[in-house]
């Protein structure tokens, strides 16, 4: 079972700071998918990274796949209340299957 | 696009009934679908993996008689919960592959309770 551990597990700051979330593996993944779910709802996918060493932009939102594809991470400038939730990282193996790391709660309060 | 959806969204039932959850995507086909029990404060744990027109296949420990999959059209997998019990009360999401790769779109989940 390839695992996937999310650090830290919880993170409150003030609206306007910066903010890391950091999935890493010992494994490789073809490839990594980042979620936000909030409470009561079904996680929604923010972004796949699939190339090692690749960087995606969404708005503030900036996610890094390892250059090994092991280890991926996410960071938020200026975060606002509305990034507030649950954020899950996934690793993927080609085939479809999914390995959730344990979840990242980001609390942002203005 | 890549919308799924899921029916109940909630659901409360009384020990040793049994209970159907849909799982429908709406503007694509969806040959692989898959189904998670989350408890709170946790992650998603993956239950199967529902293959249009073949008998789903079940992670270690989940009861296969138990959660009953169905993945009988491109659109529609169902699970059901057969003889539920307290310990059975969870969120239950669903996900659908979209295409060849690992991107999975997942449903707004249901609220299992067991009385």
């Known amino acids: 079972t390839q695992l996937l551990e999310q650090s830290p597990q919880f993170l409150s700051i003030q609206e306007g700071e910066n903010l890391t979330v950091y999935c890493n593996s010992s494994?490789?993944?073809?490839?990594l998918q980042w979620y936000r779910q909030e409470p009561g709802e079904g996680p929604v996918l923010l972004v796949t990274v699939v190339t090692g060493g690749e960087v995606k932009k969404l708005k503030r939102l900036t996610f890094q796949f390892g250059d090994a594809r092991k280890d991926s991470s996410l960071h938020i400038t200026a975060a606002q209340p509305g990034d507030t939730g649950l954020y899950l990282c996934a690793g993927g193996s080609g085939w479809g299957k999914l390995q959730f790391g344990a979840g990242t709660q980001v609390v942002v309060t203005p | 696009g890549a919308v799924v959806s899921q029916h109940p969204s909630w659901v409360i039932c009384k020990s040793g009934t049994s209970v159907k959850i849909e799982c429908r995507s709406l503007?694509?086909?969806?040959?692989?679908m898959f189904w998670y029990r989350q408890f709170p404060k946790q992650s998603l744990m993956l239950m199967a993996t529902s293959n249009e027109g073949s008998k789903a296949t079940y992670e270690q420990g989940v009861e296969k008689d138990k959660f009953l999959i169905n993945h009988a059209s491109l659109t529609l997998s169902t699970l059901t919960v057969t003889s539920a019990h307290p310990e059975d009360s969870s969120f239950y999401i669903c996900?659908?592959?979209?295409?060849?790769?690992?991107?999975?779109?997942f449903g707004p989940g249901t609220r299992l309770t067991v009385t």
């Open positions: 494994s490789v993944f073809s490839s």
């Open positions: 503007d694509f086909q969806a040959t692989t």
């Open positions: 996900s659908a592959r979209v295409r060849r790769g690992d991107e999975q779109y």
